[in-house]
């Protein structure tokens, strides 16, 4: 099984200012199976990031998401009032196949 | 427009079988992709459950395996969980939800909360 690891646990920042998360896989990940959402209180995951780098369908080109191999990483160029959620990374193994998440990051307002 | 939405009791007793379904609306669950269930404890992260094809092929997270049940109804347009044994470790919100371009989860239910209790 391929553990997720995030770091921080918890980032307090500005509006305005960059966000840069960290996500550590156990082993090599496919680029093509990793993943990134946004959840906010109350609501489920949105989906951001896909295949690693590739956004999806109407997400803001402040969010961009870039690595490989076990260390992956999701950059929000510029804090909007609107991001400030928890974060999640994921990937697909397959083999065994399975789905697992990362525990998330908390990005807050300073 | 893909639309899933997940109904069952919200309140399961210890050790009995939590039932959850999720009716699809906007795209035929016949048309392809593997549709999954994913829950959420309170105030905790993400767990995926598993996974069911329109043909009923299945895969589930090996650590639930033995107590988990997914199956599809195409003339309904709907898949289901089943969960037994359940304790309030298995108190959760539990999301259903489709896959966009790749081995991600693009479209997701509200989530249903179910609470393990006697």
């Known amino acids: 099984e391929i553990v997720l690891t995030q770091s921080p646990g918890t980032l307090s920042l500005s509006p305005g200012e960059r966000a840069t998360l960290s996500c550590r896989a156990s082993?090599?990940?496919?680029?093509?199976?990793l993943a990134w959402y946004q959840q906010k209180p109350g609501q489920a995951p949105r989906l951001l990031i896909y295949g690693a780098s590739s956004r999806a369908t109407g997400i803001p080109d402040r969010f961009s998401g870039s690595g490989s191999g076990t260390d992956f990483t999701l950059t929000i160029s510029r804090l909007e009032p609107e991001d400030f959620a928890v974060y999640y990374c994921q990937q697909y193994g397959s083999s065994p196949r399975e789905f697992t998440f990362g525990p998330g990051t908390k990005v807050d307002i300073k | 427009q893909v639309q899933l939405q997940e109904s069952g009791p919200g309140l399961v007793k210890p050790s009995e079988t939590l039932s959850l379904t999720c009716a699809v609306s906007?795209?035929?669950?016949?048309?392809?992709?593997?549709w999954g269930w994913i829950r959420q404890p309170p105030g905790k992260g993400l767990e995926w459950i598993g996974s069911?094809?329109?043909?009923?092929?299945?895969y589930y997270n090996p650590s639930l395996k033995s107590r988990v049940t997914i199956s599809v109804d195409t003339s309904k347009n709907q898949f289901s969980l089943k969960l037994s044994s359940v304790t309030a470790a298995d108190t959760a919100v539990y999301y259903c939800?489709?896959?966009?371009?790749?081995?991600?989860?693009?479209?997701w239910g509200q989530g249903t909360l179910v609470t393990v209790s006697s």
């Open positions: 906007g795209y035929s669950i016949s048309s392809g992709y593997y």
């Open positions: 939800a489709r896959p966009g371009d790749g081995y991600n989860w693009d479209y």
């Open positions: 082993q090599s990940v496919s680029s093509s199976y």
């Open positions: 069911i094809y329109h043909s009923g092929s299945t």
